[in-house]
């Protein structure tokens, strides 16, 4: 599976926004799917993440209650909702498919798309 994300662009404090993970190749809906952030200087840290199906999601604190994870597997993509956005949102954020047992982690993940860049004003 290739894994593109899109959707990124600058935003003013308290806006929204909504990134596209789009899939190509058949096995998509077999895979759960996960968005990370990076922001310059930081490590690579974990958004929130959805199970093949769309019935489990998981979101780090720092997001919860601001973002949503959707998928539609008819549409080969998963996006993730950004509203009440901050300043400390800013970062490039990418998509990939689960390989591993902890959501959590970015080791545990493959097929890593180009990352979009989302940058909050305030």
């Known amino acids: 599976v290739q894994l593109q994300a899109s959707g990124g662009g600058s935003v003013q404090a308290r806006g929204s926004l909504r990134l596209s993970c789009a899939a190509s190749g058949r096995s998509f809906s077999n895979y759960d799917i996960g968005w990370f952030r990076q922001a310059p200087g930081k490590e690579r840290e974990f958004v929130a993440a959805?199970?093949?199906?769309?019935?489990?999601?998981y979101y780090a604190d720092s997001v919860k209650g601001r973002f949503t994870i959707p998928r539609d597997n008819a549409e080969n993509t998963v996006y993730l909702q950004l509203s009440s956005m901050k300043p400390e949102d800013t970062a490039n954020y990418y998509c990939?498919?689960?390989?591993?047992?902890?959501?959590?982690?970015?080791?545990?993940?493959?097929?890593w798309g180009q990352g979009t860049q989302v940058t909050v004003s305030s």
């Open positions: 959805i199970n093949w199906n769309g019935g489990i999601k």
């Open positions: 990939a498919a689960k390989v591993g047992i902890n959501y959590a982690l970015a080791q545990n993940y493959a097929y």
